[in-house]
C-alpha cells in the first residue's frame, strides 16, 4: 500500500520518547494506527484503540504489532509524550506529499479553541487557526494564535507556514 510506505517513510524517525527496552509497542506502530484511526473519523483514544481492535487483521499487513493492539490509556501515554513539533513536521511533510490540489480548490480559514487545554495553573486555553482543503477534507496548516492577539494577527503565518 503506498499511502502505508509513505508514512513510514515520513515518521520513520519520529524521536523515540521512550525508553525502549521498557516498551510492549513499536512507535511506529502507534503512530500508523492514530493516524489511519482519525483519518477514518476516530474521536478520542478509545476510539482509535476500537478501530485497531477492528481492523488488526489489516493493519498487520502494514505493521509488526508483536504484542498485538496497544490500550487506548497506551496510545494516550504515547502521544503524551512524543514531540509534538517533530510529528507535526512530519505530518506536514506527508499530507504535502499526498495531497491533490483540486481545480477550483477551496481552502478555509478557522478558528478554534481546543477543548480541555488549559491547565490548573490557570494558563489559558490554546487557541489556533488552521487552514481547510474543502474539497479533500484535509487540514494543509496550522498555527497556534499568540497570547493577547487574535484570529486575523495569525493568519499571516498560517499561510506562509512551510515544513
Known amino acids: 500500500m503506498e499511502v502505508a510506505h509513505d508514512l513510514v517513510h515520513h515518521f ?4 523515540e520518547p521512550r525508553m525502549i527496552n521498557k516498551c510492549r509497542h513499536k512507535l511506529l506502530d502507534i503512530v500508523m494506527i492514530a493516524i489511519c484511526a482519525v483519518l477514518a473519523g476516530a474521536d478520542g483514544w478509545e476510539e482509535i484503540a476500537a478501530f485497531a481492535e477492528g481492523k488488526e ?3 498487520k499487513k502494514w505493521l509488526e504489532l508483536k504484542n498485538g493492539i496497544p490500550s487506548h490509556d497506551t496510545i494516550k501515554r504515547v502521544f503524551e509524550h512524543v514531540d509534538g513539533q517533530a510529528f507535526q513536521e512530519r505530518f506536514i511533510a506527508w499530507v504535502q506529499a ?3 490540489l483540486t481545480n477550483g480548490q477551496v481552502v478555509a480559514i478557522d478558528g478554534k479553541t481546543v477543548r480541555r487545554t ?4 490557570g494558563k ?5 487557526v488552521s487552514a481547510w ?8 496548516a496550522q498555527v497556534q494564535v499568540a497570547e493577547k492577539s487574535n ?3 495569525a493568519i499571516p503565518e498560517l499561510v506562509t507556514t512551510q515544513p
Not at 12 to 15: E, F, I, S, V
Open 12 to 15: 520513520g524517525d519520529l524521536p
Open 57 to 59: 487483521k489489516w493493519l
Open 98 to 100: 499526498v495531497f491533490e
Open 118 to 121: 488549559c491547565d490548573q495553573q
Open 124 to 128: 489559558s486555553t490554546l487557541h489556533v
Open 133 to 140: 482543503a474543502t474539497a479533500n477534507r484535509l487540514t494543509l
Open 151 to 153: 484570529e486575523i494577527a
